[in-house]
């Protein structure tokens, strides 16, 4: 049973949980993606480096990124996530901050770098706090109002950074919206708990209710001793790789949206801004709706690869017409944009259901570190790619057979064990069949 609807008073955790969670993201978000403005903004000759130099600053937060996920994530489930999502928000704030300060380009690569370290952990870090607060069949929906933070952030973004970079140029930029992350750390340390059990605005009994949900679930899954042996797992392989490449595809699309239109618009950052947040726009409403119907059916899969392979066709239109036609080539990103972010919530709620908690944190690091190598190739290779050719076609049209492989990998995995709607009613004999179908 939805605990959320049982309860009325754990209905809170949506207003207190969920906008901590988003605004966190958010922040996250922000001082990864900002830096294509910079690029765009003329970053390259202001510091007198060469476009591949830029394309690799852009680049190197993901190889950061990568490296310390599944360790940080062991720190989380022993310690306190709270906390170090915490410590992560200062540390982050300021290297982001610092991105508009350093005018030394190797010194600039290692703040991007360890940008991406402070950064690493964070995001499965969230989605852990998200699994002790929501049941299963809420998870999809909690997990797409988290990440919604993701294009949010990106259409917020694009108009104020816009802004900032037009009144006090692209460094300035940076430093306000490092500081900001700074800022918010405060207010997360003193809003955020670890457990329900740690919460003074829920009643006794509706922790209780909610930590009973939690326990139950668990009898639905297979009993597995420890990470390595979870990363051994035939599904686990098949998301890694899946994400590997819809990272690659999307990474590349944030980047470097703004400089593919402010290069065919010829407008100023102001109006750049605005063009490129319309398909963020329409992508949070997609990823709403998507996330509704994954909880109310208790389905996962098919919420995700078919848009994944959409959205790969929608950038190949937009490799196809951006030399012919602007607007044909930015309705084809605007349908991209929405499929790509669209099947974020029930693709992270897949690994709750198919690992237990001992291991599903770890899984989910993992999965997510892969994803950031992917982070790392798409915005290398899309931006060399448009340095190399002179045109930003090919680059999209990488993007859209990484998203196509994406989906296609997907398409051969293993049927996890249905959302039941009761609760944990059919755990015995979904088990039983969930066991049949991994052997």
């Known amino acids: 049973m939805d605990a959320n609807s049982s309860e009325p ?11 901590a969670v988003f605004i966190t993201y958010s922040f996250a978000y922000l001082d990864r993606a900002n830096y294509g403005f910079g690029a765009a903004a003329g970053l390259a000759q202001t510091l007198h480096i060469s476009e591949y130099r830029s394309a690799l600053l852009g680049a190197l937060f993901f190889l950061g990124y990568a490296l310390p996920q599944v360790p940080g994530i062991i720190l989380v489930r022993q310690y306190s996530a709270r906390l170090l999502i915490f410590g992560a928000l200062v540390t982050w704030g300021a290297f982001a901050a610092l991105t508009g300060v350093i005018r030394t380009f190797w010194l600039l690569a ?41 294009p949010v952030t990106v259409l917020w973004m694009s108009a104020v950074t816009g802004f900032l970079i037009r009144a006090w140029g692209w460094q300035r930029a940076f430093i306000i919206e490092g500081l900001v992350a700074v800022v918010w750390g405060g207010f997360w340390l003193a809003l955020m708990r670890d457990h329900p059990a740690e919460s003074r605005w829920l009643s006794g ?27 051994r797992e035939h ?65 996962r899969k098919k919420y995700v690869w078919p848009l994944l392979m959409l959205g790969g066709l929608a950038l190949a239109g937009s490799y196809f017409s951006v030399d012919r036609s602007f607007p044909v080539a930015y309705a084809c990103l605007i349908v991209s944009a929405s499929c790509m972010y669209a099947p974020y919530g029930p693709f992270w709620a897949t690994v709750p259901e198919l690992l237990p908690r001992n ?15 992917g982070g790392f190739f798409g915005t290398y290779f899309v931006r060399m790619l448009q340095v190399f050719t002179g045109s930003s076609a090919v680059g999209f049209l990488l993007m859209s057979l990484s998203l196509i492989v994406a989906g296609g990998v997907l398409l ?24 049949a179908n991994r052997s």
């Not at 293993?414 to 015995?428: I, Q, T, W």
């Open 412 to 435: 051969g995995m293993k049927p996890l064990p249905r959302v039941a709607a009761e609760g944990v009613a059919e755990s015995n004999s979904q088990r039983a069949n969930y066991e």
């Open 359 to 373: 291991v599903a944190g770890e899984t989910m690091a993992l999965i997510n570190c892969v994803g950031a190598l």
């Open 235 to 299: 599904n686990v392989v098949r998301l890694c790789i899946n994400y590997f490449f819809w990272s690659l595809g999307i990474y590349g699309f944030v980047l470097w949206l703004p400089v593919v239109i402010r290069n065919a618009t010829k407008t100023g950052m102001g109006t750049t801004g605005l063009i490129a947040a319309a398909p963020y726009l329409v992508a949070v409403v997609v990823m709403v709706v998507v996330s509704h119907f994954s909880d109310h059916r208790g389905q």
């Open 9 to 19: 008073d754990l209905r809170k955790r949506w207003t207190r949980i969920l906008p």
């Open 205 to 231: 009994t509706a922790r209780a209710k909610l930590e009973g949900s939690l326990d139950k679930e668990q009898l639905l899954l297979p009993q597995i001793a420890n990470f390595w042996a979870a990363f």
């Open 110 to 150: 290692l703040d991007r770098m360890l940008l991406g370290v402070a950064e690493s952990f964070v995001f499965p870090a969230l989605l852990i706090v998200l699994t002790r607060w929501f049941t299963r069949a809420e998870r999809s929906r909690a997990n797409s109002l988290m990440i919604l933070a993701n």
